[in-house]
């Protein structure tokens, strides 16, 4: 569970791992970066930070991570993500996936 330390902040302190994360945040153009990219991962070279994509289960509401990825040449075509939470693999347009 991650609880924001106000409205603006990206930092969240995770309560399951007792560290601070980054928020997910919807940043549509990074998303689709990465997928013209073909790469799930998106390292910012300024910062040094590696974002990843993340999406809400469909099931529990809980953010999932990056289970599978399908290739057509070199980008994305498909990505399947896992709850983190309860296992489900599920799938989500690139509208509704976040980056963390």
Known sequence: MV?????????GWDLSLRRWVMKPVKD??????????????LV?????????????CP???NFG????IERAGLSLSKVTFRCTSCF????????DIYIR
């Open 3 to 11: 609880i924001a330390l106000d409205e603006s902040c990206e930092l």
């Open 28 to 41: 549509i153009e990074k998303v689709k970066r990465m997928f013209i990219q073909g790469q799930p991962d």
């Open 44 to 56: 910012d070279v300024q910062t040094g930070h590696k974002y990843s994509m993340v999406a809400h």
């Open 59 to 61: 099931k529990d509401g």
């Open 65 to 68: 991570s990056v289970g599978r």
């Open 88 to 95: 489900t693999e599920f799938e989500v347009s690139q509208d």
